[in-house]
């Protein structure tokens, strides 16, 4: 009898422990995941404050020369032709022409580049539009989750190996 109720106590343990470390890999996911997608908002938002429509109808981008922060990953689209533009791979930079054509919101791009893309249309005067497109690498916040899960289930199996 005492064997079996120790079975099911370390049974119980298990599962709750798994359920635990299975339930805060998934909501630190979600949260590294929300905070890129913050980080490409805010970064496309602060662009849109620098784009203007000129005297003569052109759009422009009013910013200083050294302000390379900000220009890192960023795109500027103006009537379907990029007025601001960084390096960047063939393939990345097939996928953001595409999304200044057509979209607005979030892609995730994968392999090589692993970057998401953020879209925000801006409405000028004159009947204007633009597009700004902002990047990040997913690399170091999936760095983060695979670092938080092997650290998670090894503590994990440390805890159940203290109750065993």
């Known amino acids: 009898m005492r064997g079996r109720l120790a079975r099911v106590a370390v049974a119980t343990t298990a599962i709750w422990v798994g359920v635990l470390t299975a339930a805060f890999n998934l909501v630190l996911s979600s949260q590294l995941q929300a905070q890129a997608g913050s980080l490409l908002q805010q970064r496309a938002g602060a662009a849109v404050g620098t784009i203007a429509l000129a005297s003569d109808g052109s759009v422009r981008i009013n910013e200083p020369r050294d302000d390379e ?14 007025i601001q ?22 892609v995730d791009i994968g392999d090589p580049d692993d970057v998401r893309l953020y879209a925000l249309p801006v409405r000028l005067g004159g009947g204007r539009s633009a597009t700004v497109i902002s990047a990040v690498p997913l690399d170091p916040y999936r760095n983060v989750a695979q670092v938080a899960l092997i650290g998670s289930i090894g503590l994990a199996l440390l805890l159940l190996a203290v109750v065993y």
């Open 69 to 82: 922060a900000l220009d890192a990953n960023l795109w500027v689209y103006a009537d379907g032709r990029a």
């Open 85 to 106: 533009r960084p390096r960047a791979s063939g393939r990345l930079q097939r996928r953001v022409d595409e999304l200044a054509r057509h979209g607005h919101g979030f």
